[in-house]
């Protein structure tokens, strides 16, 4: 059975950080990119990051550039979000996702409907 699990949500004041987790299970993981997306209230969902366990290639919306960095631990299949320098417009819940496609990252972070796997979200709430 698939399993992405998320974790390391919360409120946070402005300026600060958070890590989010995902730990996955039951796929192999080297052959998945995993990419974290979120949705606020009222919008639609939206890519954040890519992250490609094979090579660890990386994407990043513009709108986090500079500020958030993923990672992977293959030998725990799991990956990171490190968020920092929080914004208020950062609030939302983060879900984690996979797609049976190593390298198709730079493809999948603006076409979330096109992932295999999804977790179940963590919030992040940042208070200005």
């Known amino acids: 059975e698939v399993q992405l699990v998320e974790s390391g949500g919360g409120l946070v004041q402005a300026g600060g950080s958070l890590r989010l987790s995902c730990a996955a299970s039951?796929?192999?993981?080297?052959?998945?990119?995993i990419g974290w997306f979120r949705q606020a209230p009222g919008k639609e969902r939206e890519g954040v990051s890519c992250?490609?366990?094979?090579?660890?290639?990386?994407y990043y919306a513009d709108s986090v550039k500079g500020r958030f960095t993923i990672s992977s631990d293959n030998a725990k299949n799991t990956v990171y979000l490190q968020m920092d320098s929080l914004k208020p417009e950062d609030t939302a819940v983060y879900y984690c996702?996979?797609?049976?496609?190593?390298?198709?990252?730079?493809?999948?972070?603006?076409?979330?409907?096109?992932?295999?796997?999804w977790g179940k979200g963590t919030l992040v709430t940042v208070s200005s």
């Open positions: 992250i490609s366990a094979r090579d660890s290639n990386t």
């Open positions: 039951g796929f192999t993981f080297d052959d998945y990119a």
């Open positions: 996702a996979a797609v049976g496609d190593a390298i198709g990252c730079y493809y999948y972070i603006n076409h979330p409907g096109g992932m295999d796997y």
